[in-house]
């Protein structure tokens, strides 16, 4: 193609959720309530995990870290989302803005599918190797793990981001999206899109692919190990300490599976766009609902805290 003959594009138009305009308020406000209980909860177990001393443990340091990565997630697409609702011709936004904001997702999503992987392999040692789980899962370990998870995240996504801010992009500007995410970005490029494609092949395996296949089989060993155990109440006493995890670990590769391998072929963006809401707002949503809700330890913390506070105004 003749570059002379191409009209490149500067600005791309997120046409989101077309809405009737007598519903638009109505929707920006119960997406401010997700983003407000998205932001107070995992807030909520962040202070309550800094908090007690009873919850400085690996698992409820990963648990915070969880928090941290669902609050950089919902912060990247949700404020721009409500303001599309208000304010016409919000959602017109640079090359380099779109580009940076599905950098922050993907930098957001593959921080969080490496900090599952942590915690399935902290209930791995806790059930499978509890004697060696003081000295495997030290506090140095864990810090060690944080901060190469994020920084792996980081420098992967970068790398990755600045081979996509190379391309051409040209016409018609507009993303039938709440958020520009990596495919119809690519599909708005003149230029040649096979070295980032081979690209995002391989970052999805190893922080997509490889976590999961790590979760798998630790939770192969510790079903087995579970099973091990003589008695009924046992069995059940151990896999609550896991509960928690498995149920967020399934929300979240499975909503991500769905909307990128089952969704992807045949399917409208409409549809597509409402499933995109699994991951990028009911998730981030409903982690600090699953582990508030079945976590005895967060909820004695957060009695106490209660007790406390209803003691000092007596």
């Known amino acids: ?39 107070c ?38 404020p721009n989302m409500l303001n599309a609702f208000l304010v016409e011709n919000a959602t017109i ?10 950098n922050f997702f993907a930098v957001a999503e593959g921080s969080e599918s490496l900090l599952l992987t942590l915690m399935s392999y902290d209930r791995y040692l806790a059930i499978c190797k509890p004697l060696h789980y003081p000295v495997l899962m ?6 060690i793990t944080i901060i190469t998870s994020w920084s792996w995240s980081f420098l992967a996504t970068l790398t990755y981001t600045l081979d996509i801010s190379k391309l051409h992009f040209c016409g018609p500007n507009n993303i039938d999206h709440f958020f520009c995410d990596l495919k119809p970005i690519l599909q708005l490029s003149c230029s040649s899109t096979t070295f980032v494609q081979l690209l995002a092949t391989l970052l999805t395996i190893i922080f997509g692919a490889i976590p999961l296949f790590v979760i798998i089989v630790s939770y192969v060993y510790i079903i087995v190990t579970i099973f091990k155990i003589p008695s009924i109440t046992g069995r059940k006493k151990v896999f609550s300490t896991c ?72």
Request: net charge positive.
């Open 1 to 39: 193609m003749d570059e002379k003959n191409i009209t490149l594009i500067t600005a791309i138009n997120l046409l989101g959720f077309q809405v009737p305009q007598s519903v638009k308020f109505l929707v920006f406000f119960i997406f401010l309530q997700f983003y407000c209980v998205t932001i």
């Open 41 to 78: 909860g995992n807030l909520l177990i962040i202070t309550l995990v800094s908090y007690s001393k009873t919850l400085h443990t690996p698992m409820y340091f990963f648990l915070s870290q969880l928090a941290v990565s669902d609050i950089f997630l919902t912060t990247d697409i949700l």
């Open 93 to 102: 936004m640079s090359i380099s803005n779109c580009i940076m904001q599905y």
């Open 138 to 143: 030290s506090h140095r370990f864990c810090w």
């Open 243 to 314: 509960s928690s995890h498995l149920t967020v670990v399934s929300m979240h590769y499975g909503t991500l599976n769905f909307v990128y391998l089952i969704t992807s072929r045949g399917q409208s963006w409409n549809i597509n766009k409402f499933l995109s809401l699994l991951y990028t707002v009911v998730t981030p949503l409903m982690n600090p609902v699953i582990y508030s809700l079945r976590n005895k330890d967060l909820k004695q913390v957060v009695g106490k805290i209660i007790n406390k506070c209803e003691a000092s105004f007596q």
